[in-house]
């Protein structure tokens, strides 16, 4: 089994780090992992997007044209990663970043509305474990409790207080996600 | 679980081999995308744990002048930086060369010429493995294909060094270096004493004993017949490296009518390229210099009496292509294809590209 992901947003959305929990997080259930970054003036405010990769063998390629997952964050990054997710793939977004159209019918389409959801719990810090959370419901790659330890082991320990406020938004972000019609 | 389990970039990795590889001192100064070596080694402290220094230098020419006092002390140092930093150091890796001294340099390429981008490239291959400085001088290089290779490489890098009395280098590039894999680190090892350094390397310059005729690192000669003797020295070491050093990688190569050569970063993306044909039913397969000098020039050679065409694949404009074609020597097709200037290709990319180029023409 291999899941090749990206995710795109905005710098400052958490794009990077929640690839990071999520390579954590494969890494914790034992399989081969990459996490390549697309870095660079985008760190600074602009485009920002990361390639995931969770496999059970051996991953050759870190950078790919296709991708069974994608996670969309912000218009630009629907514009240029729309057409790569392979089909029968799952294009997850979140609502308040898409105003156009979502135009293949070929994919399974998920709308999670992260960035309400983040403002309703008075925390915008938690918009990428939401996203996460959503991920995780939608194509349950890794278990929960590995999820967990991997975000642990992501964090520096001086973070470690803010592992339960996480927990929560994955969970939250499991509930919220909605099938797009 | 008795292995820990580490996620970590490759410049990471390169940091922490260091410091379990029991190296004396670290000299170098920041570059994106590879400042993630001399920040993890600060962050580290080693010098609390096993004695290395780690110190950044004033500038790059600064850090390779510090390398070449270290090594001419017998230690093992090494630095590191990217493409217009390596630029830098070029003088001094040519007089490292000139003196005969071990010492480990780790480029993380970027994007050129001048300071160019930050992004992934590999279009310092000429400058590594042609001269770069001045002078008849060989760098031996390796170029690490994952993050795990980051961290073997810092031991086979120092012990190649200390084995020939020759500097090596790691050339790895943006894409290996920023990416983050899992990795199984090397055990610590005790850095050398004083004692062992003298009984390893006796030319080394430690404080002369009484009774011992002062030992001398220098690459100046004013004779020139001593010089060309200096030379032949050299050219026979070089030699000898090229019998016995070296290491490729063969993927899917078996059966293989069409072959991919490619290093490095582009080597990891060429095997899904190899995947994707094979799903065509093409028969592609992927050679992997790991050491680009000394290139593995004969097991090229014996693949072009077996493939009917060779597709060099590079982030760069054409470079390593032009020791494939040495080596094939006019045997079959070879052609290049590359991304410039910190574009990197993508899997589905080279495939068109070795349609186009190679099996088009039969």
Redesign the interface.
């Known amino acids: 089994m291999k899941q090749e992901i990206i995710i795109a947003g905005f710098g400052g959305q958490g794009v990077l780090s929640m690839g990071k929990i999520l390579a954590y997080s494969g890494l914790m259930e034992g399989k081969e992992v990459s996490w390549m970054p697309s870095y660079g003036p985008e760190q600074r405010g602009g485009t920002a997007n990361v390639t995931v990769i969770l496999s059970d063998g051996p991953i050759s390629s870190p950078i790919l044209n296709q991708y069974d997952i994608a996670i969309i964050l912000n218009q630009p990054s629907l514009d240029k990663f729309e057409s790569k997710v392979k089909p029968d793939g799952i294009l997850i977004y979140d609502g308040y970043g898409i105003h156009g159209e979502i135009k293949r019918k070929d994919i399974h389409v998920y709308r999670i509305d992260a960035m309400d959801a983040a403002t309703e719990m008075k925390n915008d810090k938690v918009f990428n474990m939401l996203i996460l959370g959503g991920l995780l419901k939608v194509a349950p790659m890794v278990r929960l409790e590995n999820v967990l330890l991997g975000l642990k082991k992501s964090l520096p320990e001086r973070h470690h207080k803010l592992l339960p406020m996480n927990e929560a938004a994955i969970k939250k972000g499991m509930e919220i996600i909605i099938s797009h019609k | 679980m008795a292995e820990e ?1 580490n ?1 970590m970039k490759g410049n990471e990795a390169v940091a922490h081999a260091a410091i379990r590889y029991g190296t004396d001192g670290y000299f170098g100064y920041p570059i994106t ?1 590879q400042s993630e070596i001399l920040e993890t080694l600060m962050a580290e402290m080693p010098w609390e744990k096993t004695g290395m220094v780690v110190l950044q230098a004033e500038s790059e020419v600064a850090a390779i002048n510090m390398i070449y006092g270290g090594a001419a002390s017998g230690k093992r140092v090494m630095t590191s930086s990217s493409s217009p930093g390596i630029s830098l150091k070029q003088e001094g890796i040519s007089y490292l060369a000139g003196a005969d001294l071990p010492c480990l340099i780790v480029n993380v390429m970027r994007g050129g010429p001048g300071l160019g ?3 992934p490239s590999q279009a310092d291959y000429f400058q590594t493995v042609k001269g770069g400085g001045h002078g008849d001088y060989r760098l031996i290089t390796l170029a690490p294909s994952s993050v795990q290779e980051m961290a073997d490489f810092v031991s086979l890098g120092f012990d190649l060094a200390f084995t020939y009395s020759n500097p090596c280098m790691i050339l790895s590039d ?2 290996i270096g ?5 990795v199984a680190l090397p055990p610590y090892r005790k850095r050398k004493t004083e004692a062992e350094i003298r009984e390893e390397s006796p030319w080394a310059v430690q404080g002369k004993p009484k009774g011992r005729r002062p030992n001398i690192v220098t690459s100046l000669e004013l004779d020139p017949a001593i010089m060309e003797e200096n030379n032949n020295r050299f050219q026979a070491k070089y030699k000898k490296i090229e019998e016995a050093e070296v290491r490729y990688e063969e993927f899917h190569c078996e059966d293989a009518e069409y072959l991919l050569v490619a290093f490095g970063s582009a080597a ?8 994707l044909a094979r799903l065509e039913g093409i028969k592609l397969g992927l050679l992997r210099p790991i050491t680009l000098w000394p290139f593995p020039k004969e097991i090229i050679k014996t693949y072009a009496h077996k493939v009917k065409g060779m597709l060099s694949v590079e982030l760069n404009a054409g470079q390593m292509v032009e020791d494939v074609r040495l080596a094939v020597n006019g045997k079959i097709r070879v052609e290049h294809f590359g991304r410039l200037g910190g574009i ?1 290709f ?4 080279i495939l068109v590209a070795l349609k186009e180029k190679i099996i088009q023409h039969g």
């Open positions: 389990l996620l995308p981008t930050i992004q943006g894409i920023q990416m983050m894999e899992k990891r993306i060429c095997q899904k390229t190899v995947e990197v993508t899997p589905d990319e």
